[in-house]
């Protein structure tokens, strides 16, 4: 890891903190002196099952990102984005296995959305559903909507 600072890849840790899920460790850079945070969080040994067969290991930071790219310039905080990744993680590794398909985990994302921000639902699902045209699109906003309209309803 480099400094975001100054880039020099030489810095040391300057305090250590458990945070539950993470660890937290406050760092300083060697060459320019400025602090920065890194968080770590311990990696499940699950293999994600992508649709063309290929198998990778789950990577949290990339579901994350996902997210975000979806939520961007949304009303969507960062605390709600990482609470939702954590429950999505927790949620993969109550299921027990070692392997799972990646549909699994862009559904549980879509389920996620579906209740927090239907804009970013659709920009998510535009990705994760490969949308070829605008019909898809309609489709998948019309089931939405109905979808909304079923948890809406007593």
Do not use: W
């Not at 945070?19 to 968080?39: H, L, M, N, P, V």
């Not at 040994?45 to 290929?54: A, E, H, W, Y």
């Not at 209740?115 to 489709?139: C, G, K, M």
């Amino acid at each position: 890891m480099n400094c975001p600072h100054c880039t020099h890849p030489s810095h040391r840790v300057i305090d250590t903190r458990d945070t539950g899920d993470a660890i937290r460790r406050r760092r300083q850079c060697d060459k320019c002196g400025q602090r920065f945070t890194t968080y770590e969080h311990v990696a499940a040994n699950l293999l994600v099952i992508k649709s063309d067969g290929r198998r990778e290991p789950f990577d949290r930071q990339k579901l994350l990102q996902g997210i975000q790219v979806a939520s961007a310039k949304r009303p969507i905080s960062r605390d709600a984005i990482e609470h939702m990744v954590d429950q999505i993680v927790e949620s993969l590794q109550t299921i027990g296995r070692t392997e799972v398909p990646s549909k699994l985990i862009g559904g549980m994302v879509l389920d996620h959305l579906a209740q927090i921000d239907q804009v970013a639902y659709i920009r998510f699902a535009s990705v994760y559903l490969n949308f070829h045209d605008l019909a898809e699109v309609r489709t998948e906003v019309d089931r939405l909507m109905g979808r909304l309209n079923t948890t809406a309803s007593p």
